[in-house]
């Protein structure tokens, strides 16, 4: 059974940064790709970072690249995600998610590949 520890979401101002942390339980660091989807209320799951993190190799989902950033930390099996110049529209519960294969990206339009999911940690961006 895998675990997340998600931390971050906060409630910021528009323009405004924020990191958020992934940590998982169950030795799925390095072998699986993990990163994070976001939802609202009312609408299906968006893919917004995901990172291969036996390789290091990320992908972005549409609108967030060159705003945010995905990384990974080998010494404590961590993936971050650095969210800069915040919009209000990125108002969502962020949720760390994990899978085998980042399927060069594919899995970020592919919700139900993901094998698990974190409970998610809330970021409200304010006008």
């Known amino acids: 059974q895998v675990q997340f520890v998600e931390l971050g979401g906060d409630s910021v101002q528009a323009g405004g940064s924020l990191r958020l942390s992934c940590l998982a339980s169950g030795s799925i660091y390095g072998r699986y790709c993990m990163g994070w989807f976001r939802q609202v209320p009312g609408k299906e799951y968006e893919g917004v970072a995901i990172v291969q993190t036996g390789t290091g190799n990320d992908y972005y989902g549409v609108d967030v690249s060159g705003r945010f950033t995905i990384s990974r930390d080998s010494t404590s099996e961590t993936v971050y995600l650095q969210m800069d110049r915040l919009k209000p529209e990125d108002t969502a519960l962020y949720v760390c998610?994990?899978?085998?294969?980042?399927?060069?990206?594919?899995?970020?339009?592919?919700?139900?590949?993901?094998?698990?999911w974190g409970q998610g940690t809330q970021v409200t961006v304010s006008t």
């Open positions: 998610a994990a899978a085998s294969r980042c399927q060069w990206g594919d899995l970020l339009q592919r919700p139900s590949d993901v094998e698990f």
